[in-house]
DNA sequence: TTGTACGCGTTATCAA
DNA sequence: TTGATAACGCGTACAA
């Protein structure tokens, strides 16, 4: 690795003089000299040092990316799609806009806030925060931070949020599935924090809106850890048949779900109607091809690191970031089946 | 963010004295004074800056994973259930040894070779190169590099590789059709370099093995630019009716094509057999549950963050990793249709 | 237009 | 056991 030091004295003049050409200072170094330099530079492939310059400018070109891991869920959270194509977002913006990213996956707050301050990483972008976090985050680190889908009430002050409108897209799902004829309509999930709570609302709302009552026992939840899941599934497939339709809280779920009825003979959507969120590949290429409410992940993850950027830069941004939801009927909601047809082979 | 200069000017002792009890150095520092300077350093929550770390000791506690991205690919590399199962692999390992991770993509072999040198890496992982990169690679960079999946004929020489008996596990595999009675198998993939030329040998050595001879047209590419992939498998499941069984080369081929074929009123496993190759959750969650080979792809990040992790203390390892495969029986594939039943509906 | 010299925060060397 | 100081590579204010 060359230094500009060891240029400046092969070349036999000082770093200053080759630094300006490496910056490109304009009317700061004579056209002879420039071209000596660049040509040696290009010559040696000569590479700066980042350590050297972040210590110099005190700034590190580095975005960090954290994800919060849930403890039941940790196993297989960068497996999950959803994850993978929000980095996926985030990494093309960072490395399109010259900064670069580190990832960093861990379940503790404190370890993460570590981390990014160890790095003096230019801006975060956080991924799966709770409420009680952005308290702890928010006055521990002074720099640009943006949330990916976090509900909270604290955090919601002090930092910028890239989120969907849950609630709504989840209504009006159940408003379609409704209109399909279904009045016994349940709802899948693994816990009623944050993105799956307002889902959940969202689902209340058109049940309420369309006079049927909410019980308890409509909430159907999964345990998705692998020495659980089986168990887990066997209750709620038992469960689903008092149901005509089951409004899922991911794609992952609902296709989760509809193999596991199918093994026990319940046909989608002859015997129950399914519908997912998110609209990702799982759904897309299943058959019968899933009803679900699509979300464009990708340019969330777009879309929070630009935000970023722009807060880095110290320009405004929007506390609250929405991003729209769409219905995408497919084939798994369908009229409720006649009494007690489940499609049993 | 204080600095050890700081914090020794506010406790009136040395710089010195303040990073040997940071890094716990035995013996050189009297208990009084660790106590004190333990206790201010917890207080004021103390975090050192990693760039004069670096800086002073030349080394960067980073690994860089870069994934070369094929053109025709680029769109859903990170979306790849395949990708993501590696790099959660990969970052766990390196997380818990200390490591931190820089996620590169990119399509230009120069520009990651350039990144990396920035950073100055301790090492370097890569995806998804071939054969003629390795060499340019290699000649430019001189500290320890795993890949992963990666043919070669040259690179080997130079750098570890940690990778999968394909050839083996599709040999198996076709093994295994044949003897379910199947003579007519066509193969399906999109290339027919490294990882998928090895796989297709594995297929032609059992077809040879069996005496079937292996016709050019029973390779059937797919075309998986989102601009192309229709077309491409509209020709696919036309051609596919000549075949008993198909072969595909990843469990997202499989699962593409038996929706594509399903959409056609062809049924797997009653009208032609599929069988896949990686053994993810697409496979597993669909139905009929994908006949398999599998692979641990999590373990392959893990392996391989673990030999260059070796390979940065200075240890040696083989040059060449192979992870085995495994049958997975599930429903895809049966015994051949008879005569012309497709199972159209 | 070019060069000198210092600061960035840390670690390491060596003397006290 | 402690402290002063050089070194790491780069950027830059200021002097020449």
Known sequence: MITIKEIAKQLNMSTTTVSNVIHDKEGEVSKEKRRIVQEFLDRVDYVPNI???????????????????????????????????????????IRNAGYFMMLYISRDTEKIMRHVSTWNVDGLILFGMLDDDGIRVSTKYKKPIVCIDTYSIEGLKHFTNVGLDDEKGTYEMVKYIISCGHEKIAFMSDNTKGVDLARLTGYKRALKEAGIEFKEEDFLKIRPKSD?????????????LDYTAIMCVSDLYAVTLMSALQDRGIRVPEGISIAGFDDNMLGSLYRPALTTVHQDVKKKGVVAAQTLLKLIKGEKTDHQITLPTRLVVRDTVTKPRKSSFYGFR
């Not at 700034?59 to 929000?86: H, Q, T």
């Not at 659980?228 to 689903?240: F, G, P, Q, T, Y």
Request: one cysteine or more; aromatic letters at 4%.
């Open 228 to 240: 659980e899941i089986d168990a887990s599934l066997e209750e709620i497939c038992r469960r689903a």
């Open 51 to 93: 350590n050297a310059r972040n210590l110099a400018q005190n700034e590190s070109k580095i975005i960090g990316v954290a994800l919060k891991a849930r403890a039941d869920k940790y196993e297989n959270l960068i497996m999950d799609p959803f994850v993978s194509e929000l980095i996926g977002g985030i990494e093309e913006t």
